[in-house]
């Protein structure tokens, strides 16, 4: 930041949660730049469009989290190119879109247009500042984060910085600029991410299907899916290894994680990353009473058995749990036969590209953001299985390894949150004239 200069001459903007901005700037009240545009005739021909936080204005089918959409979009906001659109529900969330294009919007969003010699991509950049969501929180309205909403009377005496317009364009271009670098060098971030899991899913694969000796004898099963494994181990299915397989209890919980001292009963996301969390879990209500038999013990193998078909099967080892959790209807407990596998291992064994193949082949579902297995996908997976002093030895190897990718991880995450905590700085600085660009 010390590379860019401040300008000549500062004034009080009379508003002292805005501070100081430049001499020659102005202060605006909203409703004089904006005016609302509520427009709801002939809107089938036009593209439904969603607003998300992180991406702004996008096509609905490509939200992640589907908002409910109705059968006609006849009621529907339509919104032309060069308008801002607001949630006006999440405006203290900083949910604001710039629109490139024509389309339309749910009834919930306000669409404002510009009314005065503006360039709205400059207030797109300054409504998501935390000093103006701070300040939508302050003029929103209702009971919850749920209920809360900023109306267009309370968005219009809302205090807008007013650069002149040059400056406005100035500043859109050189913030698209830095923000284009920002963004890709948080992208080549994600894909080293990407890169290291696939890394440990290679090192994982081979060391469960070949072992750690490449100069061991191998044999050739006769089979694609399985290929060469080391002649003296052996090949079975998954339930020679286990003692008990079941499954748990879902009913209606509060939305929320259970403290240490109340009964909760985990969600299927668990064990995705194939590492237990106990923090995925709903309160069970004081009025039901938990089933003993269900609380998780250390060791229980805990197997999603409903999620996305990439997630379906995901697995991790309960180690020393805390207690009072139970499994959930959509998830499977196997207890492992110690004498023949380590609980951990056999995690391991369900993370195999083999297993994976088999257990997408088995799964079933309407529809891909929800699929499902039965128990017998689990019992009857193939695998190769090694001796147990092998066993250990592929652990140990394995939790080394993770360790290390853990922490290589954890430090590329680390980069990435301080890259885009320098985005906010930069573009706060520069739309509120902290800073001369």
């Given amino acids: 930041m010390m590379t860019f200069p401040m300008h000549e001459q500062y004034k009080d903007s009379d508003f002292e949660w805005i501070g100081e901005i430049p001499s020659h700037w102005e202060m605006k009240r909203s409703k004089y730049l904006f005016a609302e545009r509520d427009e709801r005739k002939g809107n089938q021909n036009l593209q439904h469009y969603a607003l998300s936080k992180a991406l702004g204005l996008i096509p609905h089918s490509e939200m992640t989290s589907k908002e409910a959409r109705a059968d006609s979009l006849d009621k529907y906001k339509q919104f032309q190119a060069n308008d801002l659109v607001m949630n006006k529900m999440q405006a203290w ?85 830095k923000t284009a670098e920002i963004d890709d060098a948080i992208a080549t971030k994600q894909r080293l991410i990407e890169l290291l899991q696939e890394q440990k899913a290679i090192l994982i694969n081979q060391a469960v299907t070949k072992g750690l000796d490449p100069n061991v004898p191998m044999c050739d099963l006769g089979t694609d899916w399985l290929g060469q494994v080391p002649k003296h181990w052996k090949v079975g299915r998954l339930k020679i290894l286990m003692k008990k397989m079941d499954q748990g209890w879902s009913p209606q919980c509060s939305n929320y994680p259970a403290n240490d001292d109340q009964w909760g009963i985990v969600k299927v996301g668990c064990v995705n990353g194939y590492q237990f969390n106990p923090l995925e879990n709903k309160t069970l209500p004081p009025n039901l009473s938990p089933i003993a038999d269900l609380e998780i013990k250390h060791h229980d193998i805990l197997i999603s058995r409903a999620n996305t078909l990439d997630l379906v099967g995901s697995a991790a080892c309960a180690l020393h749990p805390r ?16 004498t023949k596998v380590e609980p951990e291992f056999f995690v391991l064994l369900l993370q195999a590209k083999t297993a994976r193949r088999q257990i997408e082949a088995g799964a079933y579902g309407a529809s891909a953001s929800m699929q499902n297995i039965g128990r017998d996908v689990i019992r009857n997976l193939w695998a190769p299985i090694p001796p147990l002093k092998e066993q250990k030895e592929i652990l140990k190897l394995v939790n080394t390894f993770s360790t290390l990718h853990h922490q290589a991880i954890d430090s590329v995450l680390e980069d990435i949150r301080a890259v885009e905590e320098f985005r906010k700085i930069i573009i706060a600085k520069t739309v509120t004239g902290k800073i001369k660009v």
Avoid at 127 to 152: C, N, V
């Fill in 323 to 338: 207690k009072k959790l139970m499994i959930s209807d959509k998830t499977f407990r196997v207890l492992a036969d110690i």
């Fill in 93 to 177: 969330n900083g949910i604001f879109g710039y629109a490139s294009s024509d389309g339309v919007v749910s009834p919930d969003y306000t669409v404002f247009r510009g009314i005065s010699d503006i360039n709205v991509r400059f207030y797109h950049y300054l409504y998501k500042t935390d000093t103006y969501i701070s300040q939508f929180l302050i003029e929103s309205r209702g009971m919850g984060d749920a209920f809360r909403r900023l109306h267009t009377s309370k968005f219009g005496v809302i205090a807008s910085i007013y650069p002149p317009r040059e400056e406005q364009d100035r500043i859109v271009e050189f913030l698209d600029r």
